[in-house]
Nanobody
Framework: PLVESGGGLVQSGGSLRLSCSAS????????LGWFRQAPGKEREGVSA????????RYADSVKGRFTISRDDAKNTVYLQMNSLKPEDTAVYYC?????????????????WGQGTQVTVSS
């Protein structure tokens, strides 16, 4: 399974770093993604990072503010979130996909974490 951590309550303009670690399998050969779901809204792709090449992709709403990275030695993927806005408030999920591309399409991801709450106050 995948386990997220690092969520919490932060003021607008603040920063958080989310972590996602895997147990029972290694992430080295997997594309990893971060998704979020706000109350009453559909789950949306935030960022993804491919295996091997480390190619990254971001949703337009987070470009320039969020950075995804991976540390395969630690079997962990991170999401550094800066300049947070109230509209970033959501449950954030990490996911793993055996495919090669850094897609933000949730349907291709095979394994999901339980989610971590991020709340940004204005």
């Amino acid at each position: 399974p995948l386990v997220e951590s690092g969520g919490g309550l932060v003021q607008s303009g603040g920063s958080l770093r989310l972590s996602c670690s895997a147990s029972g399998f290694t992430l080295e050969d997997w594309t990893l993604g971060w998704f979020r779901q706000a109350p009453g809204k559909e789950r949306e792709g935030v960022s993804a990072i491919s295996a091997r090449t480390g190619f990254t992709r971001y949703a337009d709403s987070v470009k320039g503010r969020f950075t995804i990275s991976r540390d395969d030695a630690k079997n962990t993927v991170y999401l550094q979130m800066n300049s947070l806005k109230p509209e970033d408030t959501a449950v954030y999920y990490c996911a793993a996909d055996r495919g090669a591309g850094a897609t933000l399409f949730a349907g291709v991801y095979d394994s999901w974490g339980q989610g971590t709450q991020v709340t940004v106050s204005s």
